[in-house]
């Protein structure tokens, strides 16, 4: 091996860290950006272009304008508190420019208007795609798997 | 220092980097494979020899098959629905082949058959070792620290 | 680019990745020995001088020892069983002595003696300092957003 194929073979090997890194703090930055409703950040993390976002009962959506609409009406209201919080992250690049992801979801969503709450477990399948330098989500699959909620009455009382 | 010992201690920090990645991504597949019910891919975790799992009143095991056997028994009836999500990883390299790990466990499960659910916190700590390129567990302690479960009965309500 | 330039800018780049880890690592440990009730390892994710603990209700702190003072006081208690789980990093570095942090955080505590339990979610920011190579907590503020919590009775009831 010559010094400069050398240097290359560390540069790639580099640059597979780097992007690891960045596409697990993009979906960090996904969903933080719906915990905060903030739904501009939320449509930034996918590609502008055809995107494949299947979210089942929510729905399936094939452009980012779509599913952000959606985000919209139901987790970015007032009386919705939502926790996304991301775990068990494997992020497997398949070359510079194309990535899967997998991940678990712990969810956890309070109506503070129905008295209600929900939490969550399910997992997402993702690719990523690296557009300009910036790794976005291409696309997503997300799928419930454990599910607990309740009501709570006037007086405090629970009903699962 | 000279151009090639330079680029040998550039090499050991990027495989250092590298291994804490990849023993992330082993635990995160353990976890994933627990709750996807996929016993062949939780034993692919551990090494084929002697290994040391101890995960107190579920049992100490010192092979594999011997801990995947009850995993199959307790954890992969259909009425079970688990949650296992890692957090808070310190990742500590012991050297190019060893490694120690320190983690917290988020577990939530419930019975659908028993109408009974339980979360439960705790942590591990876990040895590692890279055979034929790829890191395995060696060596695994859990131990239960923060539990919280109760029963739901035929109307919905809850008893701690 | 000359090799002593593109040699400088290879280490920059590892530095930068290693540097992001060890703050991963510095906040894992920091809620793990939270957890612990290890008040010495908790004083140790700071730096010593001057430093900035925003906790909102619990207090707004110029130095570690007066928020571990505290720390002592209310989570170290034998009848409280707290589980502090960092969620969604970001980390950016600012240069080689400085970075921010953006986490959010899955918090439940069990108070034993009050037979009460709560699930708190909130998010951190923060600013860690590389002081003699090890990176610190240099300044951190928390604030709660989702909060849910219940007493139990004598009976096994929940009031929320």
């Not at 960045?22 to 272009?49: M, N, P, T």
């Not at 494949?52 to 304008?65: K, L």
Request: proline share 1%; hydrophobic share 40%.
């Amino acid at each position: 091996m010559t010094a400069s194929s050398a240097m290359q073979s560390i540069r790639e090997r580099i640059e597979n860290l780097e992007s690891i890194e960045e596409i697990r703090q993009l979906k960090a930055r996904y969903w933080r950006s719906c915990d905060r409703k903030d739904h501009r950040a939320v449509l930034d993390c996918f590609i502008s272009g055809k995107v494949n976002i299947d979210y089942g009962p929510i729905g399936v959506f094939n452009n980012r304008e779509a599913f952000v609409k959606v985000f919209r009406e139901l987790g970015c209201r007032d009386n919705i508190v939502d926790m996304h919080h991301g775990a068990n992250p494997e992020i497997e690049l398949v070359d510079s420019h194309h990535a899967r992801g997998f991940w678990d979801l712990y969810f956890f969503t309070i109506d503070t208007d129905g008295r209600t709450f929900m939490q969550l477990g399910g997992r997402y399948e993702d690719r990523y795609l690296r557009l300009d330098g910036n790794w976005k989500i291409e696309s997503t699959r997300f799928v419930a798997v454990s599910r607990f909620g309740a009501s709570v009455d006037a007086a405090g009382s629970l009903t699962i």
